[in-house]
């Protein structure tokens, strides 16, 4: 297991690097200049040559793109992640306050669509045929194909507009006003999980109905054991690696699903402020927020795959 585990860390840093890499030069090989925006967003229009330059210089552009990138990863080593302008503060200071916006957003959806989706899931299996299956399959085969933002909106016109039971907009934090925080993160938190209780709602009916075929599950049946016993000890027990693998994958799904839901509900997080720097050509936010989601997606690959042996003994790591 301490071999799997130092390879698989391996594994995981150079798929970090390689998305550090692959990020840094995308967001510097689109077109538009970051100094010609940050001038008119400050309306400095009328800089001379010399005060260019030294902008290129604040900016660190005046290097070579290899030299940027190994002092700007070199300062990540060192806890630095650069200082925006746009911002006006440190990467460091904007990413501790949004991260755990976020964060809140994604673990609430995480654990939403980790009950849900298994749960729908077997009860299909277990009724198959019957007209709660078919209900909760439409309602599934909706929740994959519906747009995030479209439902975002959706959700706002119906809840907030129409019958005003909940807020349009915002956030508030659970230690500043709970129920008030609770009534702004109902809808976010609906938009990000129900992708993820869709797919798990089928792929929990898909292995859930191979196990039930098994002998030792009617072997259980047939020694009088109470459905509750069946389904949770025979039939998850021994279908829930493919649910976990798929709950593992949907991790970075929510994540990358917070940046519009976070666009669509003003939500100040880490999306959100991702998205105004592509819109600014902010490298050095763009280039943090990618790396800290790519270090969260890989990590939880990592406890997903080591996860595997402890729900099935029969899995081994050599």
Known sequence: ????????????????????????????????????????????????????????????????????????????????????????????????????????LGILSFIVSGILGPAFGTICAIRRGKWIDSLINAVANIGITAPTFWLGVLMIWVFALKLKFLPVLGYVSPFTDFWSSIKHIIMPVVCLSLPAIAGLT???????????????????WSKGLTERTVVLKHILKNGFIPIITVLGMFIGSILSGAVLVEVVFNINGVGQMMVNAVFSKDYVVVEAGTLMMAIAVVLANLLVDISYGWFDPRIRFD
């Open 202 to 220: 089928r792929q929990t009916r898909s292995s859930v109905l191979e196990v039930v075929r098994q002998e030792y599950v009617r072997t259980a």
């Open 1 to 104: 297991m301490t071999s799997y585990i130092i390879r698989r860390l391996i594994q995981c840093f150079v798929v970090v690097i390689l998305v550090s890499i692959a990020t840094f030069l995308v967001i510097r090989l689109l077109p538009g200049n970051p100094l010609m925006i940050y001038v008119h967003s400050r309306n400095l229009t009328t800089l001379t040559t010399e005060a260019q330059k030294q902008l290129m210089a604040n900016f660190g552009l005046d290097k070579p793109l290899v030299v940027q990138y190994i002092d700007w990863i070199g300062g990540i080593f060192h806890g630095n992640f650069g200082f925006s302008y746009f911002l006006n503060q440190s990467v460091a200071f904007a990413l501790k306050q949004r991260i755990p916006i976020t964060l809140y």
